[in-house]
């Protein structure tokens, strides 16, 4: 039989079928992951095959194996193992809600949560969360910064969870997929999702991971079907997406607009920073290139804002 993990409570896993069926299936034996070096083999998200056994007159299934994933998103463990664990997998697309005061969401933010989603290859969207409250002045920087990212390529949707403008809009952006949503404590996460679902009560608030010592709090994600043919995973307690390990020369490649400029540097491992005859920095200078992606760009080369590894993805 296959199946779509729903819930992962450490060893058992919660799985439905196409049919609708739902099963609680364990792991077989030793069973390993090719190439990732995690805690747990199998996620919320991930399609399994298992075979059902009976014991004791009680129906439960045996995983044997995992199709392979097109995406998935790690948190690094709290020990020192290095090891990392997979919060979801299989994911097609991340909302990230997105407010110009009330409280505030820096550029800096946005664009380095742009560089972790391009990383684990996940489609994202950015919704101006509360617009229904902003002054103009306020408005037309919900403009500039849509202009910005839609010259990128990515969507931007201008919304109001309080009074349901353009949630129409989100819903059918949902359909037929699965989806997360991703912003700072208080841009309107859980407003949004109840206009989405009234009634689904999902535990998007944030719990902080740096529990004083000896506490342990162990959470899990998990998916929902809602009533109009979408999915959404709910990650509680989990910062969302913790940055990727990377390279100083891969970060450019996470940043979409800059990749056919790049070509034209003079040096092929030029970083954009103190190099002569930098198309990149030609760009910014021309306007071609947003001052503010430059911006973060650089601040991620330089390691700077470490604190946003942190305390401020959630
Ligand atoms: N004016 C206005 N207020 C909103 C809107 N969406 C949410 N709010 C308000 O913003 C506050 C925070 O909303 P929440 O939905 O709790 O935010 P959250 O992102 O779920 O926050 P955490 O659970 O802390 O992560 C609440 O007082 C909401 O009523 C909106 O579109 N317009
Ligand atoms: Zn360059």
New binding site residues.
Partial sequence: MIGLVYKSTGSWYTVKTDLGATYLCRIKGKFRLQGIRSTNPIAVGDVVEFELETKNDEETGVIHSIHDRKNYIVRKSVNLSKQTHVIAANIDQVFL?VTIDNPPTFTSFIDRFLVTTEAYSIKTVLLF??I??YSKETLDEVRYLAHVYRSIGYECIG?????GKNVDKVKAMMHGKVSMFA?H????????VNAIEPGLDLK???ISVQHSQGQHTTTFAEMFDLSFDAKIIDTPGIKGFGVVDMEKEEISDYFPEFFAIKQNCKFNNCLHIEEPKCAIKDAVDKDEIAYSRYRSYVSIIEGEDEHYRTDNY?
Avoid: Q, R
């Fill in positions: 809600l969360n509360k229904d409250a919304i109001s969870a309080e009074t912003g404590s208080g841009v309107g996460k859980s407003t949004l998007t608030k944030e959630n």
